[in-house]
T-cell receptor
């Protein structure tokens, strides 16, 4: 089955700086790569996703890049703000049995 | 009201007890899932269902069972709870066109 590695497990950045979270995956058949944000006491929510026919996608301060050859994809958050503090999960899939998630990154925005 | 509703939100029980976690959704999605979340381990898939007559095991189904009572309802049961099933459980639905998952707010289960 699919195996997803996510790094780092914890990331602390100064408010206003950029944050980057990286994931690698094993199954070359995967074609859908979403990122979820989980705030304390809540369920994860989709923040951005990318499909295998695209190399980069941007939505305001967040962007995702995908390198299918190397089987890795990354989440980029620019101009970080306190409300960006959360746990972020990468995931991949596209087959019949849903998504496989990374272990999560706890992003801490220092004031 | 939440699109995906889980009950109970918190439950403390004893080893050997039977527990049911319930999930209902108003999104009209055919696909429903149960995930387990443990600190540092991400989200692990327990069971999933693509319609009322379709039930599939996920990566960690041992010790769990599910029932899809209707398109909108998907329940998770622990027949005889054990302490290592202490975790946060999430129900989710997915849009079959986009693949996006929509999660409930979670059910925190503690088995003593």
């Amino acid at each position: 089955g699919e195996n997803v590695e996510q790094h780092p497990s914890t990331l602390s950045v100064q408010e206003g700086d950029s944050a980057v979270i990286k994931c690698t995956y094993s199954d070359s058949a995967s074609n859908y790569f979403p990122w979820y944000k989980q705030e304390l006491g809540k369920g994860p929510q989709l923040i951005i996703d990318i499909r295998s026919n695209v190399g980069e996608k941007k939505d305001q301060r967040i962007a995702v890049t995908l390198n299918k050859t190397a089987k890795h994809f990354s989440l980029h958050i620019t101009e970080t703000q306190p409300e960006d503090s959360a746990v972020y999960f990468c995931a991949c899939g596209g087959g019949a049995d849903g998504l496989t998630f990374g272990k999560g990154t706890h992003l801490i925005i220092q004031p | 009201d939440a699109d995906v509703t889980q009950t109970p939100r918190n439950r403390i029980t004893k080893t050997g007890k039977r527990i049911m976690l319930e999930c209902s959704q108003t999104k009209g999605h055919d696909r429903m899932y149960w995930y387990r979340q443990d600190p540092g381990l991400g989200l692990q898939l327990i069971y999933y269902s693509f319609d009322v007559k379709d039930i599939n095991k996920g990566e960690i189904s041992d010790g769990y069972s599910v029932s899809r009572q209707a398109q909108a309802k998907f329940s998770l049961s622990l027949e005889s709870a054990i302490p290592n099933q202490t975790a946060l459980y999430f129900c989710a639905t997915s849009d079959s066109n986009t693949g996006e998952l929509f999660f409930g707010e979670g059910s925190r289960l503690t088995v003593l």
